[in-house]
């Protein structure tokens, strides 16, 4: 319990020398953004995901084998949607891979503009998610989903995907002894679940009781304040900075 606390501990205040610099919070930002986006795809948009690919395959699946409540079309308009996303962003890796505080910047500086879109079309709409609103809304959040996705890959922090929570459970699993030792980077790891589910939990609450709007608007002044903070922190001698080799 102890080292699941001092790394959790680590992960949320970084040592000044670490490889990784500020980003392990700021990913875990990203991942609680994540929580956010999936609670308004699913519970908002009609059983959709935006960010979580792999649940799409599978309700496209169930959609053209009949299942009722679920749409087809919507799943393959948020994959289309999240792969151009990821294909934006791999042109942002690659453009900014000398700088990854750049990276980060300049990608969630565009993440929060795609997001402030889907909160000026869902107050167009007046809080009724239907049709072509319903569409604007997978198309912005999956674009934006799928290029923090391709982001986050190129920045290469161990165990914080922010989208993706499969390999990292099984991670905590698979990677402690019989023994009882711990996994390594165990309490990044938990960490990591907790924010997703707090995001989500949080995501959920506030759509039922608040409204869209609001969590679409916390989710854009979250990304607001990662982008900022990532380029006050980006001197261009800090070690972080610098790609992976």
Do not use: C
Not at 6 to 14: E, S
């Amino acid at each position: 319990m102890r080292k699941l606390l001092t790394d959790a501990a680590l992960t949320l205040v970084p040592p000044r020398r670490d490889r990784h610099g500020p980003l392990p919070p700021l990913m875990l930002v990203l991942t609680l953004i994540t929580g956010l986006i999936d609670a308004v795809s699913y519970l908002a948009l009609g059983r959709v995901f935006v960010a979580n690919m792999t649940g799409n395959v599978v309700f496209l699946g169930f959609a053209l084998a009949g299942a009722p409540g679920l749409s087809a079309l919507a799943s393959i308009v948020s994959m289309v949607s999240f792969l151009l996303g990821a294909l934006t962003g791999g042109r942002f890796s690659t453009r900014f891979a000398a700088h990854r505080g750049q990276l980060l910047t300049r990608a969630t500086a565009v993440q929060a503009a795609l997001v402030a879109g889907t909160v000026i079309a869902a107050v167009a709409g007046h809080g009724e998610v239907t049709g072509l609103i319903r569409y604007t809304l997978i198309v912005l959040l999956g674009i934006a989903m799928g290029m923090q996705n391709a982001v986050a890959r190129r920045l290469g922090v161990p165990d914080l995907t922010t989208t993706v929570l499969t390999l990292t459970l099984t991670g905590l699993a698979a990677d402690s002894s019989p023994g009882g030792v711990s996994a390594p980077r165990t309490g990044r790891r938990v960490l990591s679940v907790l924010t997703m589910f707090a995001g989500a939990l949080a995501g959920a609450l506030l759509l039922y009781h608040a409204g869209l709007v609001l969590v679409l608007g916390l989710a854009v002044l979250l990304l607001v304040g990662t982008s900022v903070t990532a380029h006050r922190l980006s001197a261009p001698s800090a070690a972080w900075t610098r790609p992976l080799t």
